[in-house]
């Protein structure tokens, strides 16, 4: 996910109200205003927008394919990289979080220079909320979508860095938000896909994930314990747990996050589509939701429904049960994973709150998993995100090291 705060844009001339508004933010200083209609927003987003080609849309035959085959590839133009980092666009096979085949799209960025002995050292990046709808995948913005926001320095720092947008996301079909089993799908195959596209990649890795991302890199983990990749060396998750007991009357009662409700609907409907929205969100959310699911993406929704709060959901004190499936689907800190676990949230999150990411860090500790918890007094979500990059840059480069990994569980009482 992603809070009320803007992105920070590749292209400071097309969107400076957004990265202006990012530094503000860091800075502690007053916000430039966000995009106040829906019509602004709508701009905004067109000016990082890069056209959806048949690349994306073109049938992706998958009968004679596995999980992680590379489809096509090709050289990617139009991004807002650093100097000498290149891009090479790939459509994958993956799984829907059932179990189905989908094809997914990525890119893949490259840094500047040879790569090293036995190829460039690889980050599996797993995006926060971008939007529910085809145009938000992240491969079809010029900055990335994260940009400045953490890509760019770990281009900078020598990582490869696979981006997978999710199914649904670039290529067609409904994407299913929020969805720790498909996300983590998602970004695990996109790794040999990406190998086979560009050979210069290293074999091992890490996932790297913020938010809705930060979901999925702990499912990586996860899944990475019944695969067992040997050249897969931990995960690094920012912002990315809630609570079933305070999530949703959270978002209905903060001010300016209330159309993450919507992309949580379409999510869930495009999980369990016996689910109707309409049995999770009131009127006044439902009398956009056809609009920001399908015509744009973050500022858009942002924009559609900014300054509402209280009274969009339908009921807050009803229990949906599919909604309690999302939860215990997405539940995190119970499984056990494969190699250690990087675990990040900002005090200040005003998307995600903290004491959601303590408790799955508990529960982890509690099951024996090895976690590394930090936070960040005072950050919101991007914030917290971006000023963790180099913590993040160190664990990971530890991890490439060979270097034990660290970690801040309590330790367990002697039986």
């Not at 840094?111 to 995006?127: D, L, N, R």
């Not at 997978?164 to 695990?188: F, R």
């Not at 019944?226 to 903060?254: C, K, M, W």
Request: proline share 8%; hydrophobic share 40%.
């Amino acid at each position: 996910m992603k809070n009320v705060m803007p992105r920070a844009a590749g292209s400071r001339s097309a969107l400076s109200i957004v990265w202006a508004a990012v530094l503000a933010a860091l800075a502690g200083c007053a916000t430039p205003q966000m995009p106040g209609t829906p019509g602004e927003a709508a701009k905004v987003e067109a000016a990082d927008a890069l056209p959806i080609t048949e690349f994306y849309t073109a049938p992706a035959d998958l009968s004679h394919s596995k999980p992680g085959d590379l489809i096509r590839q090709e050289q990617a133009q139009g991004y807002t990289l650093p100097r000498g980092a290149r891009a090479v666009r790939i459509v994958y096979h993956s799984l829907s979080a059932t179990g189905a085949d989908v094809p997914t799209s990525a890119v893949v960025l490259i840094p500047a220079g040879k790569a090293p002995q036995g190829g460039w050292p690889v980050i599996a990046w797993a995006h926060g909320t971008s939007g529910v709808s085809q145009q938000c995948a992240p491969s079809l913005m010029r900055d990335v979508y994260y940009g400045e926001e953490g890509l760019y320095d770990m281009l900078r720092a020598g990582f490869a860095v696979i981006a997978s947008d999710y199914h649904g996301l670039g290529t067609p079909g409904p994407h299913q938000y929020v969805n720790k089993i498909a996300q983590a799908h998602d970004v695990i195959y996109s790794v040999p896909a990406a190998r086979a596209a560009v050979p210069e990649l290293g074999a091992r890795w890490v996932a790297d994930g913020h938010s809705q991302g930060g979901l999925a890199s702990w499912g990586v983990a996860e899944q990475e314990r019944a695969i067992q990749d040997p050249n897969y060396l931990g995960a690094v998750s920012v912002a990315g747990a809630a609570r079933e007991s305070d999530f949703f009357a959270h978002l209905d009662t903060t001010p300016g996050v209330g159309f993450y409700l919507a992309f949580m609907a379409y999510g869930l409907h495009a999980r369990y589509p016996e689910f109707a929205p309409s049995e999770l969100l009131s009127d006044k959310v439902m009398a956009h939701y056809d609009d920001v699911t399908t015509h744009g993406c973050w500022f858009y929704g942002y924009a559609m429904y900014a300054g509402e709060s209280g009274g969009l959901l339908r009921d807050p004190k009803a229990v949906n049960p599919w909604v309690h499936r999302m939860f215990v689907e997405n539940a995190l800190g119970a499984a056990p994973v494969s190699g250690p676990l990087f675990v990040i949230g900002g005090e200040g999150d005003q998307t995600v709150p903290i004491d959601a990411i303590r408790d799955a860090v508990a529960a982890g500790c509690r099951t024996g998993l090895t976690i590394s918890f930090k936070s960040y007094p005072g950050l919101d979500h991007d914030p917290t995100m971006i000023k963790s990059i180099p913590a993040q840059l160190a664990w990971i480069r530890d991890r490439f090291a060979g270097k034990p990994a660290p970690s801040t569980c309590p330790v367990p009482p002697h039986t």
